[in-house]
């Protein structure tokens, strides 16, 4: 058998021509794959070096966050020698955001040699509301600042700062609160999972709190709330610069709740309003009025 495979062998090559290179070739492909040679090793070179670089720089780009950069760096763990290279933009994400709670969202990408690029995104609270609820058996009391979404953002012992900010205050169902705590995964709920029977409550009962405070959000009317009443589903209310309450009642869908404020704009534009007054604007059915209101039937979260 050996002695098959060496005749086939030879068998082959003899049909192979051989080609006779002359000395001019043979320094021609010599040099060839001496620059070829020469460039493989440069780049093998070169990626050895950049793997060994250490992170000596972050750089920041459009940072919608009060995060300092050295606490960026703490959550990246890029104390010590830590090659760009082995922080992976996907996992140096995803330790940003589990170790900062504010961070709605990150990005990290590195630069040639030794640059981390991060830019981050913090959750903006569009509303603040009041809570007294029991939390591990003990009683709890505050403010908490929310977004569109429901999600907590920040927490605070009074009012004063949040309303500072130009967040619009809200009242809201009782919601049962496993913490205070803001973050990414801190979500209001308003079910308890032992509620049962005949007049338990699912969360799809309160999904027109996060319905309407996202119709809200992309209204003519979002600069100019200052307070929005979503504590029942029937009796829907919203004011406007302290100076408008405007009732709703129930808002069956995104169209409904267009039809109803464009009657409420086309009111008060036709109205003969006192610029001292405060009026109510009624739209929850078919026999829309505005009236004058007292100081106290304007702002009806308190």
């Not at 090559?13 to 043979?26: D, F, G, M, Q, T």
């Not at 793997?51 to 990246?76: K, R």
């Not at 205050?169 to 032992?194: H, Y």
Request: hydrophobic content about 40%; proline content about 5%; glycine content about 6%.
């Amino acid at each position: 058998m050996k002695e098959q495979l060496q005749a086939l062998r030879d068998a082959l090559l003899e049909r192979i021509p051989r080609r006779n290179y002359s000395p001019a070739e043979k320094a021609a492909l010599i040099k060839r794959t001496a620059i070829i040679g020469c460039v493989l090793g440069v780049l093998a070179l070169l990626l050895l070096t950049i793997s060994l670089f250490p992170v000596t720089d972050v750089e920041i780009v459009d940072n919608g966050s009060h995060y300092t950069e050295q606490q960026l760096l703490e959550a990246l763990d890029t104390a010590g020698w830590t090659p760009v290279l082995r922080i992976l933009p996907r996992r140096a994400e995803q330790r940003l955001l589990d170790k900062l709670l504010y961070l709605e969202s990150a990005e990290v990408s590195y630069v040639f040699p030794s640059t981390l690029r991060v830019s981050v995104k913090e959750q903006t609270p569009l509303y603040y509301f009041h809570y007294d609820t029991l939390i591990g058996g003990k009683s709890h009391t505050g403010w908490l600042a929310v977004g569109p979404d429901l999600r907590v953002v920040d927490a605070a012992r009074d009012a004063e700062a949040f309303a500072a900010q130009g967040l619009t205050k809200i009242a809201l169902p009782a919601p049962v609160l496993d913490q205070t705590k803001p973050g990414r995964n801190s979500m209001l709920q308003f079910t308890r999972e032992d509620e049962t029977g005949e007049n338990a409550k699912t969360e799809q009962d309160f999904a027109y709190i996060s319905e309407f405070l996202g119709w809200l959000e992309q209204s003519s009317v979002a600069e100019r709330l200052t307070a929005v009443d979503l504590r029942e589903r029937f009796d829907v209310k919203i004011t406007l610069e302290n100076k408008y309450l405007i009732e709703f009642r129930r808002v069956r869908d995104e169209r409904d709740f267009a039809q109803k404020l464009a009657l409420a704009e086309q009111i008060l534009a036709e109205s003969d309003i006192d610029p001292e007054g405060k009026y109510i604007v009624f739209v929850g059915n078919d026999e829309p009025f505005l009236r004058p209101a007292g100081e106290s039937d304007v702002d009806t979260t308190g």
